[in-house]
């Protein structure tokens, strides 16, 4: 085992994995952009290394400067978190070419799978269900219009690359399908440089669809694991605000073929590490496809270790070093809830920077916090604005909604604006308590 982990990232992941490497008694290393330096995981990391500026570009993003900063300090793995260049090929092969442990897949895997295009070609080659869609980029409004006629509307037009919702939209008829290719096509060409729509691809819209995702383990001895799975479909514009586990809305037979199906996509890329299988699930048909994967630690991942009882940043850790990964005696079993809490404003969900005055954590049973800040911190305008993740487990779905009602109502931020009040109204929507509700709740719940 390496002895000591830089955490290439920031706010409440690089706290949350520098709690276990610590746990683990190995040295955890923080790096930070000027506009971090007063915040927890800076001060919680056993040696702290600032690296540039606020924007990302010119720190968290730079390659250069997290390997001078391994280097500086001795560091002899590098942990990249989720989000900025956790899911960089270039990032990854540049960590294992100055001699670094890279907790994470092979390079050649998170390649593969961060074209969505190519991903969904693999997926359907090893047997993985995918929508009806194109197999290769969509250079053109003329050509999307065409492929979109074949598939059929609605079609979801999104770019190849980037994840979070980027460039995301339905088309339910040729008008909608022009603006939507142009939009995706700018956005292609914004974060990914590609030009003329070459990052552009379609596929068949599911109405009234779940966002089912399984949590898989590529093991050192090369066997792939499902550990359950995850339903995210609370969104807002395409982005994740809530996730439970397990899913409210399978049956045992879908949750059977789903983790069987997420296992052989992981086998296809010789996956090593934490990764998660996303894929769409047809209420109505009790049927799924595949949507992505993502080569990395999902922000909702406490859900999946509140279920199961693994820490799924020490099994990576394990895995990088080549080390099996415990059993778990007696895995909790029950029902996990996380809500995303965010500095944004609860009704038009746009960020809400300001100094945060007051944070009161709730505490109790069966009650997690992962969070980034504190009082007296400040929230910028140059990342993410996620705060931290409220995270509840009970023995049952009600008992879980039960203790979600109180954590929340305990939980107090006072300063920037933030979304604990949506929360909130979230658990009072009856299809949100009921479990049956779709990717479009958010939506519905805004648009009275």
Known sequence: MFESVLVANRGEIARRIIRTVRQMGLRAIAVHSEADAGLPFVREADEAVPIGPAHPAQSYLDIGKVLDAARRTGARAVHPGYGFLSESPAFARAVVEAGLTWIGPAPEAIERMGDKINARNLMQEAGVPVAAGTREPVAGAGRAAEAAAAIGYPVMVKTAGGGGGIGMSVARDEAGLVKA????????????????????????????????????????????????????????????????????????????????????????????????????????????????????????????????????????????????????????????????????????????????????????????????????????????????????????????????????????????????????????????????????????????
């Not at 997420?262 to 890329?269: F, I, K, L, N, T």
């Not at 604006?417 to 519905?444: H, I, M, Q, S, W």
């Open 181 to 448: 290719y142009e939009a995706a096509a700018r956005a292609a060409a914004r974060f990914a440089g590609d030009g003329d729509g070459a990052g552009v691809l379609l596929e068949r819209y599911i109405e009234r669809a779940r966002h089912v995702e399984v949590q898989i383990l590529g093991l050192a001895d090369g066997t792939v694991v499902a550990l359950g799975e995850r339903d995210c479909s609370v969104q807002r514009r395409h982005q994740k605000v809530v996730e439970e586990s397990p899913s409210p809305g399978l049956t045992p037979e879908l949750r059977e073929r789903m983790l069987a199906a997420a296992v052989r996509a992981g086998e296809a890329v010789g996956y090593r590490g934490a990764g998660t299988v996303e894929c769409l699930v047809d209420t109505e048909a009790q049927d799924f496809v595949f949507l992505e994967m993502n080569t990395r630690l999902q922000v909702e991942h406490p859900v999946t270790e509140l279920v199961t009882g693994h820490d799924l940043v020490r099994a990576q850790l394990l895995i990088a070093a080549g080390e099996a990964v415990p059993p778990v005696a007696e895995p909790p079993g029950g029902h996990a809830i996380e809500f995303r809490v965010y500095a944004e404003d609860p009704k038009r969900f746009l960020p809400g920077p300001g100094r945060i005055e007051v944070w009161k954590e709730p505490e109790g049973e069966g009650v997690r916090v992962d969070s980034g800040y504190e009082a007296g911190n400040t929230v910028t305008p140059f990342y993410d604005p996620l705060l931290a993740k409220l995270c509840v487990h009970g023995p049952t779905r009600e008992a879980a909604l039960a203790r979600a009602r109180e954590a929340l109502a305990a939980f107090v931020i006072e300063g920037p604006k933030n979304n604990l009040p949506f929360c909130a109204e979230l658990l009072d929507r009856p299809e949100f308590a009921g479990g049956d509700y779709d990717t479009g709740l958010v939506e519905r719940m805004r648009s009275r």
